[in-house]
């Protein structure tokens, strides 16, 4: 079905696709209406529905697949986050999957006529009036989340039962490993017992040792500790230098980056004018060339500001910062789905928490979207061309200004013989700096090629060399 027939069927917030035969659902291009809150597939051919039918279609309120053949509902269904109003009803649905307990909006569910296993049956009831529907959906969602807190609250006892073995078997472990060190210690002083005691001089030549050298160990010890801690705070200041030390490394390594970014983009400039002559009448030829780039440049960005082309950028900018807001809120939502899915694992069910910061989330993000809408078309009311005009009219009256003040300035000789001065220092400046770039060029171009060979020479002989030694290894 094309697109256009589609959004034929829209009215409002409500997309109708029933009764049309389908066999596949549209996805694609329901996703493209977020308007459409309100989708009715009901009695058609649907046997499935797509993979990526509840992360494309998470906008929805009211879903109806009533008198389909569905067999199974996808992984993907319970990111119907939003969805109030669902009818299932006659279809061939045995079992539903106990992800559903996120459809904390549910207030209405219609799912007679469907072959369920008695279990859910006797969950679901009979829906056979509204408040029974209504019933339904709140019991089906108590009843998957007891399930899921089950199963946690499982899984939570053997990982502790897990930890508690693991720990007892380190305990067990550490004791071994005492149990060896004590029987290696005892031995050891069994076989010291066996020698011969020491001599009685021995430990009185060590006392009297000891009794004399008490005063300079003494002292030695506390001019030690004193070293210490004239060598701790010395490496303190040292930090607190190193500190503001590595700031300024760190700006300097900035400001070194871009002046090499500086240098090489004008370098590879130059490059592209001389158009590979870098002789004298080359560098010349350049020039002109230069002059049209640089004019060329200045035009376009003159254009570029004009107030139309300004609008005109405006809307391709705010539609591409729409659509990509949109992907990344998208992102956004599934990898916290995925989060929350792995860490209710560990503490248990979080969706009292997500679904209080996803409503509020979405309450921001409509805000904001409403904001920036707001800005935009104050923006757009604007009288940006009488801006521009005005601000022209403003710069060409300073200039013109300028003008007049210098040719008053030069009028005076004293000013005008220093301005002269300086335009001839600039001169030879120039003509100075041009000639030792003439040099540096005629230097790189005679040498160069002989510098392309040297390298390229030795880096095939390391190559050579090497290669051959892999080999010598292989064999």
């Known amino acids: 079905m094309a697109i256009t027939n589609i959004r034929d069927k829209l009215d409002e917030d409500q997309l109708d696709l029933s009764m049309m035969s389908l066999k596949e659902v549209p996805l694609k291009e329901i996703a493209s209406i977020p308007r459409a809150t309100t989708l009715d597939l009901s009695s058609n051919l649907l046997k499935s529905l797509p993979e990526a039918f509840g992360s494309e279609l998470s906008h929805l309120i009211k879903l109806d697949l009533s008198s389909n053949k569905l067999t199974s509902l996808p992984q993907t269904f319970h990111l119907l986050v939003n969805l109030k ?197 080359g560098l010349q030829a350049a020039v002109p060339r230069l002059q049209g780039s640089l004019y060329r440049l200045q035009n376009l960005t003159a254009e570029a500001l004009q107030p139309q082309n300004l609008r005109k950028t405006g809307i391709v900018v705010y539609e591409s910062v729409g659509t990509s807001l949109g992907y990344v809120s998208e992102s956004v939502q599934k990898a916290a789905y995925s989060a929350q899915e792995y860490l209710e694992v560990y503490t248990g069910d979080l969706t009292p928490y997500t679904s209080q910061v996803s409503r509020y989330s979405r309450k921001a993000y409509d805000w904001s979207a409403v904001q920036c809408g707001v800005a935009y078309n104050w923006l757009l009311a604007q009288d940006w061309e009488g801006m521009w005009d005005a601000t022209v009219a403003f710069l060409s009256a300073v200039w013109n200004k300028l003008e007049e003040w210098w040719t008053e300035l030069l009028k005076n000789p004293t000013v005008r013989s220093a301005w002269e001065a300086v335009c001839h220092y600039t001169a030879v400046a120039v003509a100075t700096v041009r000639h030792y770039l003439h040099s540096l060029f005629i230097y790189l171009q005679n040498n160069g090629p002989v510098w392309v060979d040297m390298v390229r020479d030795n880096t095939m002989s390391a190559v050579t060399s090497i290669k051959d030694s892999v080999q010598s290894i292989l064999k």
């Not at 009818?87 to 369920?116: A, E, G, M, T, V």
């Not at 399930?147 to 502790?160: C, D, F, G, S, Y």
């Not at 005892?186 to 009685?200: D, L």
């Not at 300024?248 to 158009?275: D, F, K, P, R, Y």
């Open 85 to 281: 109003h669902l009818d299932l009803y006659n279809n061939q649905l045995k079992d539903l999957p106990p992800s559903l307990h996120h459809l904390k909006y549910l207030r209405f569910l219609d799912i007679k006529n469907n072959p369920l296993n008695p279990e859910l049956q006797k969950v679901v009831g009979q829906c056979l009036t509204q408040k029974e529907c209504e019933s339904a959906a709140k019991r089906l969602i108590a009843h998957f989340t007891r399930e899921k807190n089950i199963v946690l609250n499982q899984m939570m006892a053997n990982k502790a039962k897990k930890q508690q073995q693991q720990q007892q078997q380190q305990r067990d472990e550490a004791e071994s490993v005492r149990q060896r060190n004590d029987k290696k210690s005892s031995k050891k002083e069994k076989h010291s017992e066996k020698k011969q005691p020491k001599s009685k001089s021995e430990p009185e030549a060590l006392s009297r040792g000891a009794g004399t050298s008490g005063g300079s160990f003494a002292s030695k010890s506390s001019a030690g500790g004193s070293n210490k801690a004239a060598r701790r705070s010395a490496r303190g200041s040292n930090n607190g230098g190193n500190s503001g030390g590595s700031w300024c490394s760190c700006m300097g390594l900035v400001n070194l980056l871009l002046m090499v970014s500086i240098v090489t983009a004008a370098g590879w400039c130059l490059h592209l004018h001389v158009e590979g002559d870098y002789s004298w009448n």
